[in-house]
């Protein structure tokens, strides 16, 4: 059997900063209660006129992992891009990349995952170079929250922890079992699907209600019962984490770096305490891009990748839990 390893990363955040001070000003939230609950000091928002969109972002990102990766865009023959904010209701953005990067006529799938996705479509993209039936997969995660953001005061308790931004790699054949993906393990719970959700559009509520006019229709706008999503991701981060080092005979004590989903820095810090791991073993950018989605932990690789924190040899513990409730772990030797 074939296994995978990742041969290249890249991510992509708009130019434009928004301060915890900006939101202050069309809302009433100020810097304290933001970085003292979450951590976030800023995030990137796409700005207005921008031609920037999770397929665009998701494009940008995706030239990098590619270049780095020493392959071409010919040499991809599978994408698979994670996404809550596709730039349509259909088709998906994995098909539209597919144009962006001029790529030769190949699969596409567009997972719907919300921040587990970007490690439910490693997993995916994983078992596909196991089975052999492909060999270099470009796998997406990207997100476009700004625009689908309730900015006043109403919505100030989930508006604030967004940002925009894409991340990328390529996943692609080794024949080297002792390195790359180790194993992967996914989970979810709909019975807590109402708990972190956007209601509308969908299917559900179509045109005629959308142009009836309802100004104050919340359901547009992301629902979170903050506190619930909070004590579920501090159990399943865990459990899962567990489960990850367990199945490859590993403890925490092997971990080289954690990159948890950047959903918030007090649950990174909670995680870490429990796993007993220092300041250099987790890698957290929360600060400077708050909550991307299924970009946040490949952006938050990257980045860390870029700054030689993550080396050959390396175990790295990748997680993540959210909307669904799902959640997820990736267990990697680098
Ligand atoms: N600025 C100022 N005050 C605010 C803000 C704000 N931005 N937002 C809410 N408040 C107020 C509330 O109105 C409330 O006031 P009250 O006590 O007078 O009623 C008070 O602050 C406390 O609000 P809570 O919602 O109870 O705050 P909490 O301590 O729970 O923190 C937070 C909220 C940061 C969202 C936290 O619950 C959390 O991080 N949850 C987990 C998030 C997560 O992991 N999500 C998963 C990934 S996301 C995805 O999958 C899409």
């Known amino acids: 059997m074939y296994n995978s390893k990742i041969t290249g990363m890249g991510f992509y955040v708009p130019d434009n900063i928004v301060t915890n001070d900006d939101l202050a000003k069309i809302m009433d939230t100020n810097d304290a209660w933001i970085q003292e609950r979450t951590g976030i000091q800023e995030r990137r928002w796409i700005p207005e006129g921008s031609e920037d969109t999770s397929a665009v972002m998701g494009a940008k990102a995706a030239r990098i992992a590619i270049e780095r990766s020493g392959l071409t865009k010919d040499d991809i023959d599978f994408i698979v891009f994670a996404t809550l904010s596709p730039d349509y209701f259909f088709p998906g953005c994995g098909v539209m990349i597919q144009d962006m990067l001029d790529m030769q006529t190949i699969g596409a799938l567009d997972v719907r995952n919300q921040c587990s996705g970007f ?29 689908a953001l309730d900015k006043t005061t109403r919505g100030r308790g989930v508006g604030v922890l967004f940002g925009d931004g894409a991340g990328a790699c390529v996943l692609s054949r080794t024949e080297d079992n002792t390195k790359g993906i180790l194993s992967t393990h996914l989970y979810s719970q709909g019975k807590y699907a109402d708990k972190l959700i956007v209601k509308t559009p969908s299917i559900k509520h179509w045109v005629p209600e959308i142009l009836a006019g309802k100004e104050d229709d919340t359901s547009y706008f992301p629902y979170m019962d903050g506190q619930l999503v909070f004590k579920n991701a501090v159990v399943r981060f865990s459990e899962v984490i567990n489960e990850g080092l367990n199945a490859n005979n590993l403890t925490s004590k092997d971990i080289d770096l954690f990159v948890p989903h950047q959903a918030n820095l007090r649950i990174a810090q909670f995680i870490q305490k429990r796993f007993k791991l220092n300041d250099d073993q987790v890698y957290n950018n929360i600060m400077k891009y708050g909550n991307t989605t299924a970009a946040s932990i490949i952006i938050a690789l990257t980045e860390a990748w870029e700054k030689g924190k993550v080396k050959d040899g390396d175990l790295v513990v990748l997680a993540a839990f959210g909307s669904g409730f799902t959640w997820a772990s990736a267990v990697i030797r680098w």
């Open 119 to 147: 490690l439910y479509a490693l997993s995916t993209a994983d078992q596909f170079i196991k089975t052999g039936m492909y060999k270099n997969i470009l796998v997406i995660g990207a997100e476009y929250h700004s625009n």
